[in-house]
């Protein structure tokens, strides 16, 4: 079964503003990576996080790996129609094999 | 740059019938994985392989078949439709860095 679990499934946001979407598993995660799904398309990725702590940056979206390695945040700034999407968590091994998380779906209302 | 390609990109099959999709990356990745996703989900690992000869079950193994003959080519065979099997199809490749790249996605229907 999924090891890694998202909230919201479902997000609303109104263009301009912020939101936040989370990734959260019980046990401590080797890494995490962000993938982003456009309708219809197929998942492209955006990030990958290794170190407790660690924080990326890229343009509008800040990407969080929590201090115990057991949860991860992507935040995205003054939202755009670009946004919409699924946006997925996975954990990945070492050989490339990934667990993902059901997704937030992100709607985008101008 | 192809990446990763997938063929055919949607596909009708009736209960009972076989089919294999193909999947070829053309980046020499050594990682290769099916995917399937379904509504609420997310992509659940269906086979992967490490390398040439080399494949393993993922989570959702049962009615799928796969070989890996060259680095480049990963198909997926459905040995026998059941309407169970209606998803996307998504094919990944990746290489020691572990970013994934993904193909366009099979639709299949099994009616």
């Known amino acids: 079964g999924q090891q890694v679990m998202q909230i919201p499934q479902y997000q609303h946001v109104q263009e301009g503003e912020d939101f936040t979407t989370y990734c959260n598993s019980s046990?401590?995660?080797?890494?995490i990576q962000w993938y982003k799904q456009r309708p219809g398309g197929h998942p492209v990725f955006l990030i990958q996080?290794?170190?407790?702590?660690e924080v990326k940056k890229q343009k509008r979206l800040t990407f969080q790996f929590g201090e115990a390695k057991k949860n991860s945040s992507l935040h995205i700034t003054a939202t755009q129609t670009t946004d919409v999407g699924t946006y997925f968590c996975a954990e990945t091994d070492s050989w490339g094999k990934l667990q993902f998380g059901a997704g937030t779906q992100v709607v985008v209302t101008p | 740059n192809a990446g990763v390609t997938q063929t055919p990109k949607f596909q009708v099959l009736k209960t009972g019938q076989s089919m294999t999709l193909q999947c070829a990356q053309d980046m020499n990745h050594e990682y290769m994985s099916w995917y399937r996703q379904d509504p609420g989900m997310g992509l659940r690992l269906i086979h992967y392989s490490v390398g040439a000869g080399i494949t393993d079950q993922g989570e959702v193994p049962n009615g799928y078949n796969v070989s890996r003959s060259t680095t480049e080519d990963f198909p997926l065979r459905l040995l026998s439709a059941a309407p169970s099997q209606t998803s996307v199809y998504f094919c990944?490749?990746?290489?020691?860095?572990?970013?994934?790249?993904f193909g366009q996605g099979t639709r299949l229907t099994v009616v």
């Open positions: 990944a490749s990746s290489s020691q860095s572990l970013k994934a790249f």
């Open positions: 996080l290794v170190k407790s702590g």
């Open positions: 046990t401590t995660l080797s890494n």
